[in-house]
């Protein structure tokens, strides 16, 4: 069975910091784009950041670079999101996603949201 699963997810100050994993089985993520999404409540999901199977090429929208860190690791099948200098404004529920064996755009998939496989999602807030 192909899963993606998130977890890091919680409650967190501003200027704090929080890291997501996203763990996959039945799908090795060496041979796939990864990308980390968000939706927060009335708005629709944005690409927040994204790293290819080849080279580790990443991508990050505007209001997160500098703060946060895209990695994988393939020995532990893993991709991580290191968030730092976290602000209200990045409270969302926060999902991974798999691109697909045959292509490694990462155009396409953190600003087209395309993406084969979804995790369930973690949620992140961002309070005082």
């Known amino acids: 069975q192909l899963q993606l699963v998130e977890s890091g997810g919680g409650l967190v100050q501003p200027g704090g910091s929080l890291r997501l994993s996203c763990a996959a089985s039945?799908?090795?993520?060496?041979?796939?784009?990864i990308g980390w999404f968000r939706q927060a409540p009335g708005k629709e999901p944005e690409g927040v950041s994204c790293?290819?199977?080849?080279?580790?090429?990443?991508y990050y929208t505007d209001s997160v670079k500098g703060r946060f860190t895209i990695s994988r690791d393939n020995a532990k099948n893993t991709v991580y999101l290191q968030m730092n200098s976290m602000k209200p404004e990045d409270t969302a529920v926060y999902y991974c996603?798999?691109?697909?064996?045959?292509?490694?755009?990462?155009?396409?998939?953190?600003?087209?949201?395309?993406?084969?496989?979804w995790g369930q999602g973690t949620q992140v807030t961002v309070s005082s």
């Open positions: 996603a798999a691109g697909s064996k045959s292509w490694d755009e990462l155009f396409k998939l953190c600003v087209h949201i395309i993406a084969n496989y």
């Open positions: 039945g799908l090795t993520l060496d041979y796939y784009a």
């Open positions: 790293i290819s199977s080849s080279d580790g090429t990443t």
